[in-house]
């Protein structure tokens, strides 16, 4: 069944934790600009960038409620399916990418209990490019009615952290939030050998969506 948190009304959306650092000041400063921009030309002028840049911060992290998907595995990240690659050890591997425009919180792909939560520093390149392999990231292990699932958050050019929710040890329900990518990035998951992908290089993924594997 899906986690109690998915029962709330379809389409209800609230603000993704881990976003106060960036959100608040930033809306501070629009309120601030737009207060002061009634009295003075030069306010007004301010006014304009910082509440643009206030209402896109909200956009962006942005976390709506959704119906969980019934399925084997379903995706981490809304995004849309950047490569399809066997492993060397039999899994396979799908990446997806997350642009800007897309929400951030990424779900649990099935239900089981972490097992480990590790944070692997590096770089910051852009998250579609190859080099992306040796960025910033966070590699997740779940123990899960199919074995140990691997999922990875990786962090792109412009997203310089990863806040994860949960420890080792939380037991999770399929498509619970588990963590925010701050910006542009991507989220690998490895499927276990003799799982059947379902999506395709170049489709649209929706977290706690859409369907991975195939019966």
Do not use: C
Request: glycine share 8%.
């Amino acid at each position: 069944m899906p986690h109690s948190q998915t029962s709330a009304p379809r389409g209800r959306v609230r603000l993704a934790r881990g976003a106060s650092p960036w959100l608040l000041p930033t809306v501070a400063t629009a309120a601030l600009s737009l207060t002061r921009a009634r009295r003075s030309g030069r306010w007004a002028a301010v006014a304009v960038p910082t509440t643009a840049l206030a209402a896109g911060m909200l956009w962006f992290f942005r976390d709506p409620e959704r119906e969980i998907t019934q399925g084997r595995v379903i995706s981490p990240a809304d995004g849309v399916v950047q490569s399809i690659m066997p492993w060397k050890d039999g899994r396979t591997r799908v990446a997806i990418f997350m642009s800007p425009l897309n929400v951030h919180v990424n779900r649990a792909p099935l239900a089981g209990t972490v097992t480990s939560v590790e944070h692997i520093p590096g770089g910051f390149v852009p998250a579609f490019n190859k080099e992306s392999e040796n960025n910033e990231r966070v590699v997740w292990h779940f123990d899960t009615e199919l074995g140990d699932i691997e999922m990875v958050q990786i962090a792109g050019a412009v997203a310089r952290r990863i806040v994860p929710y949960l420890p080792q040890g939380t037991k999770v329900e399929q498509g619970e939030r588990i963590g925010l990518i701050r910006f542009g990035s991507r989220v690998d998951i490895y499927l276990p050998e003799g799982i059947d992908v379902a999506v395709e290089v170049g489709q649209t993924t929706t977290a706690g969506v859409t369907r991975i594997d195939r019966d």
